[in-house]
């Protein structure tokens, strides 16, 4: 479980309110209307009305658990497609990008393992830039490698950020700028840690690095303060979050600016590129709580896999929040639109609310399997692709036609 964060974003901070009026949206939900002393935009919804549609259903798979080599995946680290349908896989393991045609037909292989020219060490991310070029992050490297879509190296730079992530949560903008998170602390590290209830504070930015001037700059976002649990094991220690607990999201937008949230509540910040406030969302959606019977089936959970952490699994739900996140990932298609994804129970299908760039409400759409949440859906060309694991561990690029949305 991801550990407990509180986001303070000081620009966030505003009391009073000017003028208001209501209005509906575009998709017919009612929506008041405030201005802020700042001048930003304050649009507050009321409960959003359900999906219009069924949920979507897929139309196209690629992959199995035996067959080719081609149709067969490791570890999934990224999925893009171009604008005539192409999809372009990174496997992780086999340190490859594969493309397959529209139709799911293998094309060819575009990387290989290695450290020569288009080739990649242990890559974990990568997104398809307005020049057609993939830029993949191999942190085995630290490099940012670029090749076109024919697989031949057409640029390579240091990672301006030497950080690790499971998935590279970095994106390119616009202007062709690069952006990854960061963060600094002055706090010391302390080794070995405390066992027990840490708190670390830090700074949190967005860094930018332009490839082409080589120039780099960061916005500061305020600040973050993250709690987890130490706990001593055999041969070393163990870092757990806090369970149930919301964490901030920050999306950079290509077009200019930040998305941002808090996640314990649907509030959803639009800033501009110097970290300003220009709009803030509001749906009423009440957080469910956290029962006792939640706290009771983590405890067990953790328990079954590891017999002798029965006082720290006690432990953590004794900090566990009241309320369980409302808001648990932010994502932009292509154009422009804000996707805020719902926390789903874990047999419920994900629901996503969009948004225009100004605010408007546009609809919501209920999807018909749940991706891997730790990565994000692409939407391209009225088209969502999506990774899905199975029981067996099974990694399976799956795409689905969306219903007519504004803005296509």
């Known amino acids: 479980m991801p550990g407990r964060s509180a986001f303070r974003l000081l620009l966030l901070a505003i009391g009073a309110v000017g003028a208001c009026d209501s209005a509906g949206s575009r998709a017919g939900a009612e929506v008041v209307r405030d201005t802020l002393p700042n001048g930003a935009v304050l649009l507050r919804y009321a409960a959003l009305p359900p999906p219009a549609a069924d949920p979507l259903a897929l139309e196209l798979s690629i992959g199995v658990l035996e067959g080719e080599p081609y149709e067969t995946f490791g570890d999934i680290r990224s999925i893009e497609a171009d604008d005539d349908g192409t999809i372009y896989v990174l496997d992780h393991q086999a340190s490859e990008v594969r493309a397959f045609d529209a139709d799911g037909r293998f094309l060819r292989t575009l990387t290989r393992k290695g450290q020569g020219p288009g080739e990649l060490t242990a890559a974990n991310g990568m997104i398809l830039a307005g020049d057609r070029t993939l830029w993949i992050q191999d942190h085995g490297q630290w490099r940012m490698i670029g090749v076109n879509l024919e697989g031949e190296e057409v640029g390579r730079f240091p990672m301006f950020v ?78 757990r979050g ?46 469910e709580p956290v029962t006792r019977e939640d706290l009771e089936g983590f405890i067990e959970t953790l ?36 996707w805020v994804r719902r926390r789903a129970a874990e047999d419920e299908n994900p629901r996503y609310d969009l948004f225009a760039r100004d605010g408007q409400y546009l609809g919501s759409v209920r999807l018909g399997f749940r991706p891997a949440p730790y990565l994000p859906p692409r939407i391209r060309d009225g088209k969502l692709y999506a990774l899905v694991t199975d029981s067996l561990d099974v990694h399976t690029v799956v795409r689905a036609n969306l219903p007519p949305l504004p803005g296509n």
Request: hydrophobic share 40%; proline share 9%; net charge negative.
């Open 162 to 239: 030497l950080s690790y992530g499971y998935v590279w949560n970095g994106t390119v903008d616009d202007r062709g700028r690069f952006w990854k998170p960061a963060t600094h602390s002055d706090a010391p590290r302390v080794f070995p840690p405390e066992p027990g209830l840490q708190e670390r504070s830090a700074r949190v930015y967005q860094k930018w690095f332009d490839p082409a001037t080589e120039a780099t700059d960061s916005v500061f976002l305020g600040e973050v303060i993250n709690r987890m649990h130490v706990t001593r094991v055999s041969g070393g220690w163990m870092n």
């Open 303 to 338: 328990v079954e896999r590891a017999p002798d952490q029965r006082r720290a699994a006690e432990e953590l739900v004794g900090v566990a929040p009241a309320t369980k996140p409302v808001v648990d990932q932010l994502n932009l298609d292509d154009a422009g639109r804000l």
């Open 242 to 287: 806090i369970p149930f607990s919301s964490q901030p999201i920050t999306l950079v937008d290509p077009a200019g600016g930040f998305w941002t949230t808090p996640g314990d509540t649907y509030r959803i910040v639009r800033l501009d590129e110097r970290g300003d406030t220009v709009l803030v969302l509001e749906v009423d959606v009440a957080p």
